[in-house]
């Protein structure tokens, strides 16, 4: 028996008759910080306690010191080695260089593995719905259980997915393909078995070209990326850690729904890069309706494959950081890697083939299990499953139905209506935006750019303010997929575009435009206009009012008034910036004209200049 302390450490995962085993999995969890009690221990104190308790148990004596070592060992990895940062450059002929602090040039090698749900009703090889945030374990079938006598029965709405993506993606699609086990052990997986496909996956080769916006750099550039393969595969469960009894519960709802794996050449050389292309995939997908492409819900998650070599040198030892679950994380893990590694080389220290786990606080990956000796997964041929054979007529008419894709939204959107990049990148990155400002786009606007903003600036920042999605008749944008009518908003496109050409006719000025579009947000379906003048909201353009609202700022503002008359010209915008910043305090700017004031103003202070002082 194990005693309190060594039982609760070698029960993280559950019970082991292994001890080697536990001992693994102990180690996992510690260096990767998920129960935060672990990560609070102190581990001399650990090891001290585990002695008093165990004096005599000498297998659970072996497994205690073997465990301090190891965390030990993992721990001194951490702090022995400081991670110092460089310089990053661009360079024409290799690319982006890394220049460490003693002058070494190094390359940066970086490749993804990325693992998308494919959006569908139901599981890869079982009816159990696939819903997500639902009651723990009650979308589980007796296939998703591995129930003996059980067999797998194929979505086909998943390889229709998986053909899609790869249609997208430029891939060749195997018309016969086949499915593997691939054996290991792991409580969220209750057969013991992943089915995949290792032998010949759907489809290979393809490729993806995205824009990157790179900030260390600040450069914009366009990168691509080769797709080496797209392969379905089941998904596992979820394991719940408890950190107070120190065991850990398992979650089948999400075990056998279906995913795709995406792999990518090694061609990338920055964290921004790999966001960039985690972000165009994600798009792509959503757009294809393959997935919803919500990384916060585990909907895609990347796995990132590091190394680092001198400039012209041989590819160095490689490391993954696995599960990164947003597109910041993958930036953050990524930079933090390379630089690790070279922090190592640089002091001696070999770069170990290993798992890493990414820790967002703080911002450093943690080592998981190492790869020296390389996991044999038994894989075989799936028995139950015979060869996946496709039509050549059924891919013909996927690739005809195919969506326009984002890439090409983006260019239409600023061929065709005048928009920035930015905004057309802003808009594709949020369907429902999308949809709305195209629908507006089809009542033909004198000008769609301010509608774009609008949407952008002023229903984006009620809905994060007030935590609702936005719902148009096709789709919507919401927290939850159960989404009660409350918890959305939704607004008129021909009001949105009636209450813009108030502003673009200068009747109402931006600020009242605000109020307009959030009241119109907040349920009132009357008349934009109607709105306007009952809240009183027109713009006054009487130019004899204006003129007594600018005769009162000049009058109190007496001594900008001077300093403009005797200033140079050069010194005049300044001055009268500080007289226009000094009438926006005055209530009576909300309701004036400014662009007639601002005239006004201008022609006051070039009589008073020309008169002799």
Not at 148 to 156: C, E, F, I, Q, V
Not at 228 to 254: A, C, M, W
Not at 510 to 533: C, H, Q, W, Y
Not at 587 to 597: C, G, H, L, N, T
Request: aromatic content about 6%; charged content about 25%.
């Amino acid at each position: 028996m194990l005693c309190s302390k060594c039982h609760r450490i070698g029960a993280v995962f559950g019970r082991f008759e292994n001890l080697s085993l536990a001992h693994d999995r102990t180690k996992w969890i510690y260096l990767r910080g998920n129960i935060s009690a672990h990560r609070r221990r102190n581990l001399a104190s650990l090891a001290a306690a585990c002695r008093q308790d165990c004096p005599k148990a000498a297998n659970v004596k072996d497994f205690r010191h073997s465990l301090y070592s190891t965390l030990a060992q993992g721990k001194a990895d951490q702090t022995t080695v400081r991670v110092r940062e460089g310089q990053t450059i661009y360079d024409r002929k290799n690319g982006i260089l890394r220049i460490s602090k003693s002058g070494k040039r190094w390359e940066s090698v970086i490749g993804l593995e990325v693992h998308s749900q494919i959006q569908s009703n139901s599981k890869l090889f079982s009816s159990s719905p696939n819903q997500y945030n639902q009651p723990v374990n009650s979308k589980v079938s007796y296939f998703d259980a591995a129930i003996p006598g059980t067999l797998p029965a194929l979505n086909a709405r998943c390889v229709r997915a998986a053909v899609e993506a790869s249609l997208a993606l430029d891939a060749n699609v195997n018309l016969v393909s086949f499915f593997d086990r691939k054996h290991y052990f792991y409580a969220d997986l209750p057969a013991g078995y992943q089915i995949t496909q290792h032998r010949k996956p759907i489809s290979q080769g393809g490729g993806l070209t995205f824009t990157v916006r790179n900030e260390n750099l600040n450069k914009i550039y366009t990168k691509s990326s080769k797709l080496v393969q797209i392969q379905i595969e089941q998904d596992s469960g979820k394991s719940l850690h408890d950190d107070i009894g120190g065991y850990s519960l398992i979650d089948l709802n999400r075990c056998g729904v279906g995913l795709l794996e995406l792999v990518f050449s090694p061609d990338l050389q920055h964290g921004e890069e790999a966001a960039a292309l985690a972000k165009e995939l994600s798009l792509i997908l959503q757009c294809l309706g393959v997935s919803r492409g919500r990384m916060e819900r585990g909907e895609i998650r990347v796995d990132a494959n590091i190394s680092v070599r001198e400039v012209g040198a041989a590819l160095g030892t490689r490391t993954e950081v696995k599960n990164l679950n947003s597109l910041r994380s993958v930036s953050r893990a990524v930079e933090y890697e390379v630089w690790r590694q070279i922090s190592c080389l640089e002091n001696g220290i070999e770069i170990e083939n290993e798992t890493r786990g990414f820790d967002f606080d703080s911002r450093q990956t943690l080592s998981m299990r190492d790869k020296e000796r390389k996991q044999d997964y038994r894989f075989m041929p799936e028995p139950n499953l015979p060869p996946l054979v496709l039509q050549q007529s059924m891919i013909d008419d996927l690739k005809q139905t195919l969506p326009e894709l984002p890439a090409k939204t983006r260019e239409r959107l600023q061929n065709d209506y005048g928009l920035t990049q930015d905004l057309s990148v802003q808009l594709v990155e949020k369907p429902v935006f999308l949809q709305l400002f195209q629908e507006c786009a089809n009542l033909h606007p004198k000008n769609c750019k301010p509608i774009a903003n609008i949407i952008l600036i002023v229903i984006q920042e009620y809905l994060t303010e007030h935590d609702v999605g936005l719902s148009l008749e096709n789709v919507s944008e919401s927290p939850s997929d159960n989404m009660e009518s409350s918890n959305t908003v939704s607004i008129s496109p021909k009001a949105l575009v009636e209450a813009v050409s108030l502003r673009e006719s200068k009747i109402i000025n931006f600020t009242a435009l605000r109020k307009l579009v959030r009241k119109m947000l907040s349920g009132d379906s009357r008349n934009p206009e109607d709105i306007v003048n009952k809240e009183e909201w027109r713009l006054i353009t009487d130019q004899t009012l204006i003129q007594e609202f600018v005769d009162d700022v000049l009058s109190s503002n007496t001594s900008l008034v001077q300093k403009y008359i005797k200033a140079k010209d050069k010194k005049k915008g300044q001055i009268l910036t500080h007289i226009f910043k000094a009438a926006n305090n005055d209530i009576r700017a909300e309701k004036v004209d400014m662009s007639i004031f601002n005239r006004l103003v201008k022609e006051s202070l070039q009589s008073m200049n020309e008169k002799p002082v």
